[in-house]
């Protein structure tokens, strides 16, 4: 729902995008593509999108991000990958899914930077996704934003319906240990974060958390926070920009 009304969330991202260098393409991994072996990136001419979601009012499903591919990019990415050891294919029949294009439609609304998606791939560790973001970070040189998409705190079967605004406990708790780490750079700590208070609750499968780590593996220092904020109580829309 964030797409139809982003509220506060959406004018930070919005507020970023429009403080943002000059920009060849972005690459974007989102909670929302996982899929078995090696790493896959998507490398159509013209993605498009998917609306891998249901039960929403209709005007969610008439939004579009019609933003260019980038098989060159796609490729380029493959090989950085390939370089470190870590196995990529190219699948040119991938669209955007809603982890990618909700985020842009804020931070790039014009939709005309050519945007490649990479995939999760089936099993990981948080040291496979560090690696790859080592991999892909010289992309960042040529001008190209490295996007993870998910959330610290994502569980659909903890919503608190009753309108309560802030987070549930465990859901603040487990929010509080990530920014403690990121904000010291305490990798080993994050890697063990099924240890940290709340993780269980917070975290039930990885995939909304994952990309973090993508993000963290090609960034060249701690982040600072660009927006906090929750939705239904274990929702969390806490975003960071890594130097």
Known sequence: MLALDGEGWGRAVSAFGGQLPPLRAILVCSAHWE?????????AVVPGVM??????????????YPAPGSP???????????????????????PLDHGAWVPLRYLRPEADLPVVQLSL????????????????????ESGVLILGSGGIVHNLHRLDWDGVSGPQP???????WVQERLATGDEAALKGWRGA???????????HLDP???????????PERLYEGWQLGS???ASYVFP
């Open 197 to 207: 208070p709340g993780a269980s609750e917070s975290v039930p499968t990885s995939e």
């Open 170 to 176: 465990w859901a603040a708790a487990f929010e509080r």
């Open 35 to 43: 899929a078995p072996g090696p790493f896959r990136l998507s490398s």
């Open 212 to 222: 973090l780590f993508v993000a963290l593996g090609a960034a060249d220092g701690p």
């Open 235 to 237: 929702l969390s829309l």
């Open 121 to 140: 791939p089936r099993p990981r560790t948080p040291e496979l996704l560090l690696a790859a973001g080592r991999a892909l970070a010289p992309l960042r």
């Open 72 to 94: 060159e990019l796609a490729a380029e990415a493959a090989g950085r990958l390939a370089k470190a050891g870590l196995e990529a294919t190219l699948d040119p029949e991938r």
């Open 51 to 64: 609306h891998d979601f249901g039960g929403f009012p209709e005007a969610l499903y008439a939004l579009d």
